[in-house]
C-alpha cells in the first residue's frame, strides 16, 4: 500500500490548507501529527464509505476529513490555522477488513503510513 500526502507548506495564522493523501484501494484513513519533541497525535479519521468522521478536540470545527472514493483520494482541508498546528502531518491507513463505520484514534490501529508533509504556521 502506497501513501502519498501533499499539499503542506508555510503559511499565516488564519489561513487555510488542504492535505491530500492518494491510496491504491478505499481504506479507512486518518490524519496524525507530530511537532519537534513531541508525540504523534492524531487529528482526524475518517471510514472507507465515508460515513463517519472523527476529530481531535483541538481542530473540531476547523479542520474537516473527506474522501473522494472515485480518486482513492483522503483530504484534510484546515481553516483558521494557529501557529501550535505546525508539525509535519501523516495520512495512515487501517485494515479494509474494519466495518463501514469504523475509525479509529489510535495510531496502533492503523497499518500503512505516508512519508509526511510539513506544515507550518507563522504568527
Known amino acids: 500500500v502506497q501513501l502519498q500526502a501533499s499539499g503542506g507548506g508555510l503559511v499565516q495564522a488564519g489561513d487555510s490548507l488542504r492535505l491530500s493523501c492518494a491510496t491504491s484501494a478505499r481504506y479507512p484513513m486518518g490524519w496524525f501529527r507530530q511537532a519537534p519533541g513531541k508525540e504523534r497525535e492524531f487529528v482526524a479519521a475518517i471510514s472507507w464509505t465515508g460515513s463517519r468522521t472523527d476529530y481531535a478536540d483541538s481542530v473540531k470545527g476547523r479542520f474537516t476529513i473527506s474522501r473522494d472514493n472515485a480518486k482513492n483520494t483522503v483530504y484534510l482541508q484546515m481553516n483558521s490555522l494557529e501557529p501550535e498546528d505546525t508539525a509535519v502531518y501523516y495520512c495512515?491507513?487501517?485494515?479494509?477488513?474494519?466495518?463501514?463505520?469504523?475509525?479509529?484514534?489510535?495510531?496502533?490501529?492503523?497499518?500503512?503510513w505516508g512519508q509526511g508533509t510539513q506544515v507550518t504556521v507563522s504568527s
Open positions: 495512515s491507513a487501517a485494515s479494509r477488513l474494519r466495518g463501514s463505520t469504523w475509525t479509529s484514534s489510535f495510531p496502533k490501529d492503523y497499518v500503512f
